[in-house]
């Protein structure tokens, strides 16, 4: 079963702009952190950027901060990543993550995965 549904991907020009959305089910939508991570081929999976459904802060990798932002809108139970001013190093496969805690930006964090949507930026 599905518990991470992720939409949104696809391909765009430098510059451009994608939004991700990952809608939690069952045991997902009661963890207490949501996450974007992002993975190449040969490479491990990075943290993107993290928030807690608690209200908390959220937080973003240091390599889209001030062009990515991670958002929770809890009517709507759904977390998104508004990736803007892409770059084509930001070409990946972005996955949502759902997890217990600590909120952080490693894998380890999260026991709940989706299936991954690609985003291609080309220059």
């Known amino acids: 079963t599905q518990v991470l549904l992720e939409s949104g991907g696809g391909s765009v020009q430098a510059g451009g702009s994608l939004r991700l959305s990952c809608v939690p089910s069952g045991r997902a939508s009661r963890r207490a952190c949501m996450a974007w991570f992002r993975q190449t081929p040969g490479k491990e999976r990075e943290g993107v950027a993290e928030i807690p459904t608690d209200g908390g802060a959220s937080y973003h990798h240091h390599s889209v901060k001030g062009r990515f932002t991670i958002l929770r809108d809890s009517a709507k139970n759904t977390v998104y990543l508004q990736m803007n001013r892409l770059k084509p190093e930001d070409s990946a496969t972005y996955y949502c993550?759902?997890?217990?805690?600590?909120?952080?930006?490693?894998?380890?964090?999260?026991?709940?995965w989706g299936q991954g949507t690609q985003v291609t930026v080309s220059s």
């Open positions: 993550a759902a997890g217990d805690g600590p909120c952080g930006l490693m894998a380890q964090f999260y026991q709940d």
